[in-house]
């Protein structure tokens, strides 16, 4: 019940709600209408099919869509049909070393994140340097100032000296 209502608020018609993008986990409630507790959650976590917008749809808001699948083949194989092809990010955790490979092999998104945050994935706390642009539909992946942004020169000549 507090999920439907949350996905009202949050996701109407399956998009995001742009007044709740990255916003607060108790902003995502108040919208909702459902009470905060006294001790701000920092996610939401809700059980939900794997047809659910929470799963389909970018959100960019605290909530965490979990699914139940029957074993790791069932996991991997809904995850790349949820990907849809869009080689973006992935997160995994597991102490199997070759499910990771299989699943980074498979998947093969841009950024892959095993056993770490999300942000990890974009230089926060991670391997690599910062970036906040992925460049996914032409392939380079994570982008810098030097690979995203037009290269410009200024110069100026005859008219400066240091000698």
Not at 87 to 103: D, F, G, K, P, Y
Request: hydrophobic share 40%; glycine share 8%; proline share 6%.
């Amino acid at each position: 019940a507090d999920t439907d209502k949350l996905r009202a608020a949050c996701l109407p018609e399956g998009q995001a709600n742009k007044k709740l993008v990255g916003k607060s986990p108790s902003a995502m409630l108040e919208a909702a209408g459902i009470a905060v507790p006294a001790k701000a959650p920092r996610l939401l976590i809700a059980l939900v099919n794997a047809d659910d917008p929470w799963v389909t749809s970018e959100q960019l808001m605290p909530m965490l869509p979990v699914v139940k699948v029957s074993d790791f083949d069932s996991a991997l194989a809904l995850a790349l049909k949820v990907e849809e092809g869009l080689h973006h990010t992935a997160i995994m955790h597991s102490q199997n070393v070759s499910r990771l490979n299989l699943a980074a092999r498979t998947l093969q998104t841009s950024i892959f994140v095993k056993n770490g945050p999300s942000y990890a994935g974009i230089g926060v706390g991670g391997e690599g340097f910062t970036t906040f642009t992925i460049a996914t539909p032409t392939g380079e992946g994570t982008t810098s100032a030097r690979t995203f942004a037009r290269s410009r020169r200024c110069v100026l000549t005859n008219g400066f000296s240091i000698r």
